[in-house]
């Protein structure tokens, strides 16, 4: 709508402009006629009394004189007569002029002095007059002056009425104009390019099942309607074969996984079975950036893991609104479509006060279970109040999922994280028939740790609601089975690796997720990062760190690696440079601004000892980055550094991974990560080791070419053949088998 506004505006401005100079123009000569003519009417009117006047004034006959003066004036717009001696006097006025009007001669005198007619304009309060002398003569000697006073007021009142009509006739013409352009535009032009726009969007996203006939457009687009149609005809086509080659591999265990597979999955085991998806965080969470509301998608391992499913499969993602435009998108029944730009699936969400969300989410989540299960030495705080508000979270979320699977027979729901460990339970108390996939995407600590938890029983028996119970590794599986066997009276079964509790019988597996990586790119050149040239990096080579401001990420131990390397490696000064991007996190929690204040401390201090010129070792970015902006930095960097303290899984590892199309580069590992046991190519390292990191980043930084392609050819082949389809897929099959 812009575009069109704007046209409409420049051409109604080109005009406007037009119509002021023709009005203009036309005013000016408008203006010199009037005046002409006043001039002329003038002059005849005084000539014409001069022969009645000269003898009455030459005899001194006042009483005659003021007769003939009567007599003429109030003709028309003539205000009134006057006659001045040669001494420039009044001599004699017709009634009713103004006094103020004669009693200045300035132009009867310039009359007489230049023994010629003068006219000049004069105002009497408001209104305008016309003064025109001409002189009186004997013997060709001047003697005196007759003045005509005339009103004049009439010339501006004539101009001034042209210009109003003039604009009355550009507002109409311009509002007929613009009504007409905006009509064409949208029945000709804006329409047929929504329906042709329309068509190609189905078709992207294969909702359309045919040709469509939007692409029978008006004439004016025919021939590119045409050629889209051709290009959807050879996309259906595509995605057609597509699906057909991803049903036939459905039983192909070494065929790779894609979106498309998962979907024929999805069709042949689920039978289209919708899916609801639990979690606190929102895969996009809505903002206001000047005056206009943007969709960005946060700073999550558990959301980069979830979305591309949800895309594949569809369903209902429910989950706690937090951003601050949020509200202003949703429907009646707080729903939105996402993505945005095509949206696959719905968005739900949950508004939680700020009580519920500094009780629920950064009490007990993050200051109590977060630090309980990383074991990051960092003491975790338990407050009864913030329990209670954990309880009454999970029960709203649980109310309003039950709300949406109300009529729906054996739903399929998955419940994601350590914020819902009661939700499971609850579900199945008001629907046995529900199947209930529960995936904690942080480590479990061994029994002995958690069982400082003063509610470890509520927790435990809220998670064993769940059918299938998935962790990322098989040593959380294990650390769970101990910590229920140790806290909660059940039976374990460790062939099937079960646990079966009230009745209930929870299966527990080791799945660990993964990225939406299909190894569908070419090995194109590294693209450069816009962000790279605006910090003005120029270094030889370029280390990158990209997290969360999380303690658990080991992000000061990783810049003390970097200190002791620059003091160990002189030599890499001004030729080596570390990117960290740090998304803030949790920044109502207070360990977490104390951490990032430190960190902030932590490089500003390395830079101060190591910088020269315009080179700083350390470029701490705290904000939080697209995918579209990080991608070209991990396809710049000679290594990407995760030094994580405890961690799940760690999607940035595969994420670097997954974007070295060139094979090229080198992943520095943290062996307290869930990754490391799948990328055994990487560098693993103990974080805790100021010198196992810097002979890391050495190795890294001189590693031959050769080697950096073998150890990451074998890294993409793991997360290929293991990517976030399959994830799914194994999920939710284990899910559907016990049925």
């Not at 020269?612 to 960097?637: C, F, G, M, Q």
């Not at 050769?706 to 899910?735: G, I, T």
Request: aromatic share 10%; proline share 5%; glycine share 4%.
């Amino acid at each position: 709508m812009k575009p069109l506004l704007s046209l409409i505006g420049v051409v109604i401005t080109i005009v406007s402009l037009v119509v002021f100079g023709f009005t203009y123009r036309q005013v000016q000569e408008q203006r010199t006629a009037l005046l002409d003519d006043l001039e002329r009417r003038t002059g005849l009117l005084a000539d014409s009394l001069k022969e009645s006047i000269r003898p009455s004034y030459l005899s001194n006959d006042t009483a005659r004189l003021q007769n003939v003066l009567d007599k003429f004036a109030g003709r028309e717009r003539l205000l009134g007569l006057a006659v001045f001696d040669n001494k420039g006097s009044l001599f004699a006025t017709s009634a009713e002029l103004p006094q103020e009007l004669t009693s200045g001669a300035s132009i009867p005198e310039k009359a007489m002095d230049a023994d010629s007619n003068e006219g000049d304009f004069t105002f009497l309060s408001e209104s305008k007059i016309y003064v025109f002398a001409t002189p009186l003569h004997q013997d060709e000697k001047v003697i005196g002056a007759v003045t005509v006073y005339q009103r004049a007021d009439y010339i501006d009142d004539a101009i001034s009425q042209t210009w109003k009509r003039n604009l009355v006739r550009l507002l109409t013409q311009s509002l007929l104009f613009s009504l007409a352009v905006i009509l064409i535009f949208r029945w000709i032009i804006y329409q047929p390019i929504i329906r042709m726009a329309e068509a190609i969007r189905q078709t992207r996203s294969g909702l359309a099942k045919g040709d469509p006939d939007v692409f029978k457009a008006h004439s004016f687009f025919s021939p590119i309607a045409a050629e889209i149609r051709k290009m959807s005809q050879s996309l259906l086509l595509a995605r057609t074969a597509a699906s057909e080659e991803a049903r036939l591999r459905l039983e192909k265990i070494d065929s790779p996984w894609t979106a498309e597979r998962l979907k024929e999955f999805f069709k042949a085991y689920l039978k289209d079975r919708k899916i609801y998806v639990v979690s606190n965080r929102e895969p996009y969470a809505h903002k206001k950036i000047k005056n206009e509301i943007r969709a960005e998608m946060p700073a999550s391992g558990m959301v980069t893991a979830l979305e591309p499913v949800m895309e594949a499969c569809g369903g209902l993602w429910l989950a706690h609104g937090s951003g601050e435009a949020d509200r202003f998108v949703v429907d009646k029944d707080d729903k939105v479509g996402v993505p945005p730009d095509e949206p696959k699936y719905t968005l739900k969400r949950v508004w939680l006060s700020e009580q519920e969300v500094k009780g629920y989410y950064n009490g007990f989540c993050n200051e109590a279970l977060w630090p309980l299960c990383h074991l990051a030495h960092t003491r975790p705080i338990f407050r009864q109040e913030d329990w209670t508000e954990y309880r009454k979270v999970n029960g709203k979320f649980a109310q309003s999922l039950l709300a949406e699977i109300k009529r729906v027979h054996r739903p399929l729901i998955l419940v994601q994280d350590y914020h819902f460990a009661l939700l499971p339970a609850m579900i199945k108390a008001s629907r046995p028939d529900a199947e209930v996939g529960f995936f904690w995407h942080i480590p479990w600590p061994s029994a002995e740790a958690f069982s400082i938890c003063p509610w470890r029983k509520e927790i435990l028996e809220g998670m064993l609601g769940a059918d299938v119970l998935a962790f990322h590794t098989q040593q959380y599986c294990n650390n769970f089975m101990e910590t229920v066997g140790k806290e909660v009276e059940s039976l374990a079964d460790l062939e099937k690796f079960s646990i079966t509790h009230k009745g209930h019988t929870s299966y527990i597996k080791p799945l660990p997720t993964s990225v939406a990586f299909t190894n569908g790119e070419t090995k194109t050149p590294a693209p450069k990062s816009p962000l790279m040239e605006k910090l003005g990096i120029e270094t030889k080579y370029l280390g990158i760190g990209v997290d969360r401001l999380d303690y658990t990420k080991g992000i000061l131990e990783r810049l003390r690696g970097i200190e002791f390397f620059f003091d160990l490696h002189p030599a890499y000064k001004r030729q080596f440079t570390f990117l960290q991007i740090a998304a803030p996190s949790r920044e109502q929690v207070a360990k977490y601004q104390e951490f990032s204040e430190d960190v902030e401390r932590e490089s500003e201090r390395i830079n101060r000892k190591f910088e020269s010129d315009n080179w700083r070792p350390v470029v701490l970015i705290k904000k939080l980055h697209t995918h579209e902006e990080i991608y070209p930095l991990y396809r710049s960097a000679n290594v990407c550094m995760v030094t994580s303290l405890s961690d799940g899984m760690n999607l940035v590892a595969k994420e670097f991974i997954a974007s070295r199309t060139d094979e090229a580069g080198v992943l520095i590992l943290s062996q307290f990560t869930g990754a490391s046991r799948e990328l055994k190519e990487a560098l693993i390292i103990n974080p805790y080791s100021a010198e196992e990191t810097a002979e890391a980043i050495s190795k890294a930084l001189s590693m031959p070419q050769a080697e950096q392609r073998r150890r990451m050819k074998k890294m993409r082949e793991s997360v290929k053949n293991y990517n976030v389809y399959r994830w799914a897929a194994e999920f939710l099959k284990a899910l559907a088998s016990l049925s």
